[in-house]
């Protein structure tokens, strides 16, 4: 019985000491953010009053463009469309295009306006836009936006 005893406060000191033991770190660790925020007011109020404010609208800008950066990298388009190879379709023999009228039609479908096309294809304006015309004629559409749904329906670009 007497061994009971001695174990029973054993177990209650031990308990006890380890209720002050977290009662202590609980406060310590309390005390420390406690002095860690009062640092961090001391010294933002000191650098406010030591910089200007054009200082801090180039600090929070170079952050958001270092973010932008950032996420046009993660975020962005994986492959350029315009680099991409046409792919083989057989259609049918009068909706086939010349080898010009599919690298116009991948620049239209890049989003390019004509002028655009002929200063990269280093041509007229005027064969560009007979170009396009031959183009919607032979996949049936009258617009650009018909011209580069129906070809990526055909699979003739990505």
Known sequence: MELTKKSAVKTSRAKRSKKEFYKYVIFMGLLLALA???LKTFEYYYFAYKLRTDIYIALVAVIFLGLGIYLGIRFGKKQNP???PLRSVSLPKEMELS??????LKLI???LTNQEIADKLYLSLNTIKSHTNSIYSKLGVKRRTQAIETAKQLQIVP
Do not use: D, K, Y
């Open 36 to 38: 860690i925020a009062a």
């Open 82 to 84: 315009v680099n991409t």
């Open 99 to 104: 080898a010009r009228e599919a690298e116009v």
């Open 109 to 111: 479908t890049a989003g």
